[in-house]
């Protein structure tokens, strides 16, 4: 496909927010994590195979839900230290991947990599397990809209120029390109 040039449109994306003010800390999230992705489904449940850990300081009530992203193959170089309510928490404890550098996100019997995948299904679910089971609305499903860069082809080009000849004469069009060439050139 030959790419002229990118157009941008509004598409509309689904997410998981976290409200972090709300979580209690119940774990229910992991066990409905880790029991839809068992073989066959539901017919276990293990936090260690759940796509979704919270991380937890009880004396604190801090609870932070973090899902699985993607996988790296080498440790970061940076690490940063956060202080939530007085307590301090490395980096690692937030991040997404699964990494060489801990055992999070890694399935415990064959140490593959874990990824969020929404709940992909046949068809998708059309609200993720974890949000699902979430009483206290921490995680809830939402649509943002957003820019998404789309290619365009010569044929689409060619198909639109054709429509505009069509509409407003070879003329019209022929003058308009020679008029944006001079304004690149
Ligand atoms: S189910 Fe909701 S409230 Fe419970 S631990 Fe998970 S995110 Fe927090
Ligand atoms: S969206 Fe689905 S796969 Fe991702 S963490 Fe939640 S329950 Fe697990």
Redesign the pocket.
Known sequence: MVTVEDCSKKRIVKEIK?DLD?????????M?CSGFHAVPKFSSTNPARSR?R?IVEDRKDV?V?VRAGDYTPAECNGRNTYVINGKEYSECSFCTASCPARDLFKAPDSGLPLRCDMCADDPTLPVPM?VQ????D??TYVEREEESREEVTYDEVESGLESLANRYGIDKVADLVARISRTKS
């Open positions: 976290v709300k979580c209690i800390g119940c774990r229910a999230c992991e409905a979704i919270v609870y839900p974890c089971v979430c009483r206290s921490t995680l």
